[in-house]
């Protein structure tokens, strides 16, 4: 969220480090649930996927000739359409397969895929507020 808030903020001073402030200042992504996530109560550990890690790891699966641009168009709505607690590649992938964007025969390969490629750009931004806070103080 402290994303969303620098893009709101950021002309009052407030300053915004990483992809995902870019993002939000920039209007590639409005809303609040593009970073929203759930967590098990007592481990921590997610339980969903925040919708800005699938959109990159979109990007770098198209990028690796992985998809086509229009099935990444196509899985992008798909996750958009989740609610968040509910985002996950294999949901993603299994609605694809069921809207006829993916084919049966590489579901599990590209769930594999994303799962072992996810390109977290909530943690790497937040290895970059950390850098950001080193360099002000």
Partial sequence: ??????????????????????????????????V?????????????????????TLEYALDRDVIDPSQRDMLLKIARSMYYPD???????????????????????LIDFFVNNEVDVKRDDALLVIEKIRQLL
Avoid at 12 to 22: H, N, T
Avoid at 88 to 104: I, L
């Fill in 36 to 56: 929203a996530v759930t967590f098990h109560p007592e481990t921590l550990q997610p339980l969903s996927v925040p919708l800005v890690n699938i959109r990159a």
């Fill in 87 to 109: 985002r996950s590649y294999h949901a993603m992938v299994k609605k694809g397969v069921e809207a006829g964007v993916v084919s049966v025969s590489v579901q599990d390969e």
């Fill in 1 to 34: 969220m402290g994303a969303l808030r620098a893009s709101e903020l950021d002309s009052y001073g407030m300053i915004g480090v990483g992809r995902i402030y870019e993002w939000y200042r920039d209007g590639v992504i409005e809303s609040d649930d593009e």
